[in-house]
């Protein structure tokens, strides 16, 4: 295998030297130039097969998939000693938290499915992993290169309200390094208690006036980065490394249907934030398609709430601008006859011009949103897509849409996921919420669901 790898900036081409030990922002993101400054993770996959599911860790399984490992055996690290820190991690996460990365399940329910009225609903169940989400996976794959990257520093620093931060403590914790967490106020109790316990410090953070828009524990977490600290995030725009670690669910559900010889459904419905769970699923299946164990990409559907929904506003805004582009008017087409008008037309020169150019134009179709409405799926409720370029994309080029989930939505949601006898919380059902909102008829009801059941409910 080539052990070939880099970062590069989807928004302005910018490549990072593969030996960068800080590979986690495009070096021009400051630029104030309104591109959207993202980097995506390039592997030369020439010669590369998909890996076998021949060991309970994915990380391990798929360790020739990531950055991290290429960077490190570059350096003359053996493939042996890899493997030998991801097993004395996974000890010491096992220790503190009674978990350690194993495949999760992947579940159908004929009780969730007929309750629910959809059938064919694969779940990929993510209560049961390290600190009870799938956060941890975002910050194992940072943790692997920080663990080969002596140089790139020691303190660690994340934003986030709730499992990202108890997924952080406890990565943090096994691999001995310090964690400071920007929080809001308002953070779950029994999440700060336990980042007390691990040794996190924790660091509250108003919403005042003062501060410019867009979330305050964001803007206190990158000026702590500016001043030294390593992103320790899972959103891909503060750090890219966290896709790494986010793919191995991807990898692990196509694994899982080989296994079963069952066909993948063609749609994927994911629940959105910050969007770094949706990116990191769009480029694992594309890492996979290259690598031949899929045929195809699925449809992707991007779930917000109603009640805060910034991809859905920029995706709305884009469809207008290239049926205007096109010389077409959008009139009163169903969402999913605008998804089925991107198939055709994205490749047009005006339209492509439009969709193409829409990551060097960021603030026309990415803003912060004004308010900080409540709702049950607390963990989605991120002022903006930080991630969302790539979901747009997904979007365009599979044909899928954005749905938006209601209150009652996510409460039935969660009443379905205890049908399923899944004790997932309303952020972790949010996806299947979403689903349920798809009330046009697609005809895709044949070629099955997958969604994700990202976290437990305390
Ligand atoms: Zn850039």
Same mark, same amino acid.
């Given at each position: 295998m080539s052990l070939a790898s880099r970062l590069i900036c989807a928004g302005c081409d910018t490549a990072l030297s593969p030996?960068?030990?800080?590979?986690?922002?495009?070096?021009?993101?400051?630029?104030?130039?309104?591109?959207?400054h993202v980097l995506g993770i390039e592997l030369d996959l020439e010669g590369d097969a998909f890996p076998e599911a021949d060991d309970p860790d994915p990380f391990v399984v798929f360790r020739k998939l990531f950055h991290s490992y290429r960077f490190a055996r570059r350096k003359g690290v053996e493939d042996a000693e890899f493997v030998a820190r991801v097993r004395e991690i996974d000890r010491a996460l096992a220790e503190t938290d009674g978990r350690s990365f194993r495949f999760t399940p992947l579940v159908r329910s004929r009780e969730l499915e007929s309750a629910a009225g959809i059938a064919n609903v694969w779940i990929k169940d993510e209560t049961g992993n390290v600190g009870g989400s799938h956060k941890a996976r975002h910050l194992m794959g940072i943790a692997l290169h920080l663990a080969f990257a002596?140089?790139?520093?020691?303190e660690l620093s994340i934003s986030s309200c709730g499992n990202a931060a108890l997924g952080a403590a406890l990565v943090a914790k096994a691999t001995g390094r310090p964690l400071k967490a920007f929080v809001p106020p308002a953070a779950d109790a029994l999440v700060l208690a336990r980042l007390e316990e691990l040794g996190t410090r924790v660091v509250a953070c108003e919403r005042t006036p003062e501060l410019p828009p867009g979330d305050p524990c964001t803007h206190r977490f990158r000026a702590d980065v500016a001043g030294g600290a390593l992103p320790f995030s899972v959103q891909g725009s503060d750090n890219a490394l966290s896709l790494e670690g986010g793919r191995t669910l991807v990898w692990e559900m196509v694994s899982q249907f080989k296994e079963s010889s069952m066909p993948l459904p063609d749609n994927v419905v994911i629940q959105v934030g910050g969007g770094a769970l949706g990116s990191s699923f769009v480029q694992g299946f594309e890492t996979a398609l290259q690598l031949g164990a899929v045929e195809r990409l699925p449809r992707f559907f991007f779930v917000q709430t109603e009640k805060l929904h910034p991809l859905e506003r920029a995706w709305r805004r884009l469809t207008e601008d290239a049926y205007a582009a096109a010389g077409e008017s959008p009139g009163k087409r169903s969402n999913a006859e605008h998804a089925a008008w991107w198939l055709e037309h994205r490749e047009d020169e005006e339209v492509r011009r439009v969709w193409r150019g829409a990551r060097r134009r960021r603030s026309r179709y990415m803003q912060p949103w004004k308010t900080a409405p409540k709702s049950? #799926? $607390? &963990?989605?409720? *991120?002022?903006?897509?930080?991630?969302g370029f790539v979901l747009l994309d997904a979007l365009i080029r599979t044909g899928g849409w954005p749905l938006l989930a209601s209150e009652e939505g996510l409460s039935r949601s969660q009443e379905l996921a205890d049908v399923a006898g899944i004790p997932a919380c309303a952020t972790a059902t949010a996806g299947l919420a979403g689903l349920l909102a798809?009330?046009? #008829? $697609? &005809?895709?009801? *044949?070629?099955g669901w997958a969604v994700l059941f990202t976290g437990e409910r305390r």
């Open positions: 030996q960068e030990a800080r590979p986690f922002c495009c070096p021009r993101k400051d630029a104030g130039d309104d591109v959207d002596q140089e790139a520093g020691r049950l #799926a $607390t &963990g989605i409720l *991120d002022d903006e897509t930080y991630d798809l009330d046009e #008829a $697609t &005809g895709f009801e *044949d070629q």
